[in-house]
């Protein structure tokens, strides 16, 4: 089974894959895509606060997106917040996620040295599917933490019932499916 996803002039085969025992879904993978990467960064560029600092994503699939709008809109470095710590870290600051797509809680971890790059910094998260938001929730929690000003939260992709949040920006609704592949209602 899968789902036809359409991105600007892009079309994508997404199989329908079980995540729990009632719902399935689309299995959207951006890393490697880099043509649909591009294209859905693109037409998002136009869609963001035209004054911020710096772009924030979650290891891994946003950074892709990341990169291609920070070279669109012509911010040089963005900040990536990662599933662990890790030996370079100074003084990480984590936070904790429960998401979608994983099947136990996850880190959120900020390398400290970013932490001074972003004082009193305006920033915008970006992902490549919105799903439960923890994801967002907790990126938001963590560069609030540390004095950040998120300016707008975007995505490629909304699922489910995110696609009628009013707090997030994307490009395209991904609905949430049951085991046989029927939109789940």
Not at 35 to 48: D, F, I, R, T, V
Request: proline share 5%; no cysteine.
């Amino acid at each position: 089974m899968e789902y036809q996803l359409q991105v600007a002039d892009l079309t994508r085969q997404l199989p329908i894959i079980p995540i729990d025992s009632k719902t399935a879904i689309a299995s959207f993978v951006l890393l490697g895509d880099d043509e649909l990467s591009y294209a859905a960064a693109k037409l998002l560029q136009p869609k963001l606060p035209t004054e911020f600092d710096y772009l924030v994503t979650m290891e891994s699939k946003g950074i892709p997106l990341a990169h291609d709008l920070g070279l669109l809109t012509q911010h040089p470095r963005s900040i990536v917040l990662r599933k662990s710590v890790k030996g370079y870290m100074a003084h990480p600051i984590k936070t904790v996620v429960n998401s979608i797509t994983t099947q136990r809680p996850q880190e959120l971890v900020l390398n400290g040295n970013d932490e001074k790059l972003l004082q009193n910094k305006r920033v915008i998260i970006v992902d490549d599917v919105i799903s439960t938001g923890s994801s967002m929730q907790a990126a938001e929690s963590l560069l609030n933490q540390v004095g950040a000003k998120v300016m707008a939260k975007v995505a490629i992709l909304a699922e489910g019932a995110a696609a009628n949040r009013s707090d997030i920006t994307y490009l395209a609704r991904l609905p949430l499916f049951n085991h046989d592949g029927s939109l789940k209602g």
